[in-house]
């Protein structure tokens, strides 16, 4: 079976992730763990531990659990004061990391409880803060003040120094093919690739790689970014031409649609410019990759899922 490493975070790699595990693959999911927001933020400082919200994120979709088992897991408890807005998941992983002591022990246990195949691993066992320095160099702590800012980042970093996760490093290694995920490209994505020995293992691997680009900007991270604009962000930080495969969509948003995303979020399509794509020397794998759901744009799981595996089988 055929060996894929994709990094991201929690909702663009979650929805990767649905459509993948559908397929004959060894999926080797590689979290960032530096969120800082709602109640992985309480959770962090309460119990001094790495964020436990975009990987338990990520392990339920990986699950193959039933319906009323991921819908307990996101169970929140709104009226509570003492649990307020913790999420079963969440603190049902809080509670293997006290037990276990860290990831590497407590995700098996969690993995066997929502019935994953494959396996899901944090970036590091460390509990670092993402930081961000702006082109004005002023500093921006935290993933949730990086992602509010409005001003231009020109790097991005841990506030401290971070080991890798050793079993990431032999996933990378041992892969047919390394994937960066759609998702939060300066917050979800580059938390992956900002430490040097995942840089190297990635530059020494001979699997190709590939970036699924994301169908909209995000404001404040990717405002007027074209698909090579992501993908020259994620040379920056693993080296030259180190990407040489890109899926992004090739189809027009319905025109309503799109106004609403440009009007209510600031968000437009993201462009193939195939030409700069080419100077990347980038292949580009182009199809309709989005679905529509309660009038939000989603990635197509399947269809997408679909493309990664011709890829691996040398049909696209």
């Given at each position: 079976?055929?060996?894929?490493?994709?990094?991201?975070?929690?909702?663009?790699?979650?929805?990767?992730?649905?459509?993948l595990?559908?397929?004959?693959?060894d999926?080797?999911?590689?979290?960032?763990?530096?969120?800082?927001?709602?109640?992985?933020?309480?959770?962090?400082k309460?119990?001094?531990?790495?964020?436990?919200?975009?990987?338990?994120?990520?392990m339920?979709?990986m699950?193959n659990?039933?319906?009323?088992?991921?819908?307990?897991?996101?169970?929140?408890?709104?009226?509570?004061?003492?649990?307020?807005?913790?999420?079963?998941?969440?603190?049902l992983?809080?509670?293997?990391?006290?037990?276990?002591?860290?990831?590497?022990?407590?995700?098996?246990?969690?993995?066997?409880?929502?019935?994953?195949?494959?396996?899901?691993?944090?970036?590091?066992?460390?509990?670092?803060?993402?930081?961000?320095?702006?082109?004005?160099?002023?500093?921006?702590?935290?993933?949730?003040?990086?992602?509010?800012?409005?001003?231009?980042?020109?790097?991005?970093?841990?506030?401290?120094?971070?080991?890798?996760?050793?079993?990431?490093?032999?996933?990378?290694?041992?892969?047919?093919l390394?994937?960066?995920?759609?998702?939060?490209?300066?917050?979800?994505?580059?938390?992956?690739i900002?430490?040097n020995s995942?840089?190297?293992?990635?530059?020494?691997?001979?699997?190709?790689?590939?970036?699924?680009?994301?169908?909209?900007?995000?404001?404040?991270?990717?405002?007027?970014?074209?698909?090579?604009?992501?993908?020259?962000?994620?040379?920056?930080?693993?080296?030259?031409?180190?990407?040489?495969?890109?899926?992004?969509?090739?189809?027009?948003?319905?025109?309503?649609l799109?106004?609403?995303?440009?009007t209510?979020?600031?968000?437009?399509?993201?462009?193939?410019?195939?030409?700069?794509?080419?100077?990347?020397?980038?292949?580009?794998?182009?199809?309709?990759?989005?679905?529509?759901?309660?009038?939000?744009?989603?990635?197509?799981?399947?269809?997408?899922?679909?493309?990664?595996?011709?890829?691996?089988?040398?049909?696209?």
């Amino acid at each position: 079976m055929k060996k894929i490493v994709i990094f991201g975070g929690g909702s663009g790699l979650s929805q990767m992730l649905k459509g993948l595990k559908l397929f004959p693959i060894d999926i080797t999911a590689v979290v960032s763990v530096s969120d800082n927001g709602g109640s992985t933020l309480r959770l962090r400082k309460d119990f001094k531990i790495p964020a436990v919200g975009d990987i338990s994120k990520v392990m339920l979709a990986m699950s193959n659990t039933d319906k009323d088992i991921v819908n307990l897991m996101n169970y929140r408890f709104t009226h509570s004061r003492a649990l307020g807005n913790h999420s079963i998941k969440n603190l049902l992983l809080t509670a293997l990391l006290e037990q276990k002591g860290n990831f590497t022990n407590a995700i098996p246990v969690f993995s066997k409880l929502l019935d994953i195949e494959g396996q899901v691993l944090p970036i590091t066992e460390d509990n670092a803060e993402l930081l961000a320095i702006t082109d004005d160099n002023k500093k921006v702590i935290g993933e949730s003040n990086i992602t509010k800012t409005k001003k231009k980042i020109k790097k991005v970093m841990y506030d401290r120094k971070v080991k890798a996760n050793p079993d990431v490093l032999t996933a990378i290694k041992e892969a047919d093919l390394i994937i960066f995920s759609a998702g939060s490209l300066l917050t979800s994505i580059l938390p992956n690739i900002i430490i040097n020995s995942v840089v190297e293992a990635i530059n020494k691997s001979k699997a190709p790689k590939l970036y699924i680009c994301n169908l909209v900007t995000q404001p404040g991270e990717t405002d007027n970014f074209k698909v090579s604009d992501h993908i020259k962000i994620l040379n920056e930080y693993l080296g030259k031409n180190a990407i040489n495969m890109v899926i992004a969509n090739d189809s027009p948003i319905p025109p309503d649609l799109a106004t609403k995303y440009a009007t209510e979020e600031q968000k437009d399509p993201v462009i193939i410019d195939e030409k700069e794509l080419k100077k990347l020397k980038v292949r580009v794998i182009k199809d309709k990759i989005y679905t529509i759901e309660d009038n939000y744009l989603r990635h197509d799981t399947l269809k997408t899922a679909y493309l990664v595996f011709s890829i691996l089988m040398g049909k696209e």
